[in-house]
């Protein structure tokens, strides 16, 4: 299932004009500005003979709140980014019809609708995450890299809400990233004998994380820093811990001590000195008693 439906316009020299995309090496991200038009009412816009009024003006994808429109399919030219030549050199590509080095040639442009009262619904900025998080997978785009506001490539105000405040914009990315990710089986132990002990860092630069997942680091914790532990997990099957800072780290008795001790802390004991027979009583015994236990030896 994909994240939009196809709905095209018909071909015409205003918003279509069939011009193929060069290649794709990014997104770039508008707002309609036009209070209250769903991406429904601005497909009906761009379409006929006119494209929208007679202006060389259009996006690949309207996105609203309950749905996404592809308008324009994704190997043609949109014209969403070329009041002048990109301010992004990478995307400074130009064609015998086109000669003005512009981003249109290159890029995929995305609209996010606007509700009456001026805004962009959260849900039409989630459903503008799936969209973007699939055309990034489809064209293997980075977000942190390959996504840019409109204003990036030409100095335009356009979505203002994200050139008056830059953060929000790089929430979307990480938010994107995040939907890109496969997805990971993560479980809460109840009743956990780790919760409310101390956790303390044996490996100079261990690394934690800010979501319960192994695959996105967070940052590092020194040697013998010191956290209370306040949830234990199993992420993708391994025991993570949620720390009191909101950190999660690992609970592997390599890089980290815990205490007091839980019930199922595990332990590494060696025994020298005894004799080969006594050894073998001892793995049997292992073996008979202690479920997963394993038991090295090193013959003498
Ligand atoms: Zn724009």
């Given at each position: 299932?994909?994240?939009?439906?196809?709905?095209?316009?018909?071909?015409?020299?205003?918003?279509?004009?069939?011009?193929?995309?060069?290649?794709?090496?990014?997104v770039v991200m508008h707002w309609t500005a036009t209070p209250g038009a769903t991406?429904?009412?601005?497909?009906?816009?761009?379409?006929?003979?006119?494209?929208?009024?007679?202006?060389?003006?259009?996006?690949?994808?309207?996105?609203?709140?309950?749905?996404?429109?592809?308008?324009?399919?994704?190997?043609?030219?949109?014209?969403?980014?070329?009041?002048?030549?990109?301010?992004?050199?990478?995307?400074?590509?130009?064609?015998?019809?086109?000669?003005?080095?512009?981003?249109?040639?290159?890029?995929?442009?995305?609209?996010?609708?606007?509700?009456?009262?001026?805004?962009?619904?959260?849900?039409?900025?989630?459903?503008?995450?799936?969209?973007?998080?699939?055309?990034?997978?489809?064209?293997?785009?980075?977000?942190?890299?390959?996504?840019?506001?409109?204003?990036?490539?030409?100095?335009?105000?356009?979505?203002?809400?994200?050139?008056?405040?830059?953060?929000?914009?790089?929430?979307?990315?990480?938010?994107?990233?995040?939907?890109?990710?496969?997805?990971?089986?993560?479980?809460?132990?109840?009743?956990?004998?780790?919760?409310?002990?101390?956790?303390?860092?044996?490996?100079?630069?261990?690394?934690?994380?800010?979501?319960?997942?192994?695959?996105?680091?967070?940052?590092?914790?020194?040697?013998?820093?010191?956290?209370?532990?306040?949830?234990?997990?199993?992420?993708?099957?391994?025991?993570?811990?949620?720390?009191?800072?909101?950190?999660?780290?690992?609970?592997?008795?390599?890089?980290?001590?815990?205490?007091?001790?839980?019930?199922?802390?595990?332990?590494?004991?060696?025994?020298?000195?005894?004799?080969?027979?006594?050894?073998?009583?001892?793995?049997?015994?292992?073996?008979?008693?202690?479920?997963?236990?394993?038991?090295?030896?090193?013959?003498?």
């Amino acid at each position: 299932m994909t994240a939009w439906q196809i709905d095209y316009v018909v071909k015409n020299k205003f918003s279509r004009p069939g011009h193929p995309l060069l290649k794709v090496l990014g997104v770039v991200m508008h707002w309609t500005a036009t209070p209250g038009a769903t991406d429904e009412n601005e497909k009906a816009f761009f379409d006929g003979a006119d494209g929208g009024g007679s202006r060389y003006a259009s996006a690949h994808i309207f996105v609203d709140k309950d749905s996404a429109r592809l308008i324009i399919p994704l190997n043609e030219v949109a014209y969403h980014a070329n009041e002048k030549p990109s301010m992004i050199s990478k995307l400074r590509a130009s064609t015998s019809y086109y000669t003005s080095g512009n981003a249109n040639l290159n890029t995929i442009g995305v609209e996010m609708c606007v509700e009456k009262d001026g805004t962009i619904h959260a849900e039409t900025i989630k459903r503008t995450e799936d969209v973007v998080a699939e055309l990034c997978r489809q064209f293997s785009l980075s977000p942190e890299n390959d996504i840019y506001r409109h204003y990036d490539i030409t100095g335009k105000n356009c979505p203002a809400p994200w050139v008056a405040n830059v953060g929000a914009f790089n929430e979307f990315k990480t938010k994107v990233r995040a939907k890109m990710m496969p997805e990971v089986i993560v479980e809460s132990i109840a009743n956990s004998d780790y919760i409310s002990k101390t956790l303390t860092v044996k490996t100079d630069g261990l690394w934690f994380y800010n979501t319960p997942r192994w695959d996105v680091k967070g940052g590092s914790s020194a040697k013998g820093n010191s956290f209370i532990v306040t949830e234990e997990l199993r992420v993708g099957g391994y025991r993570m811990l949620k720390c009191h800072d909101g950190k999660y780290r690992t609970a592997d008795p390599l890089h980290v001590d815990i205490n007091p001790k839980p019930s199922d802390w595990p332990y590494r004991v060696n025994i020298d000195n005894i004799t080969h027979a006594e050894a073998v009583d001892i793995v049997q015994l292992i073996g008979t008693n202690y479920k997963g236990a394993k038991v090295f030896g090193e013959a003498k």
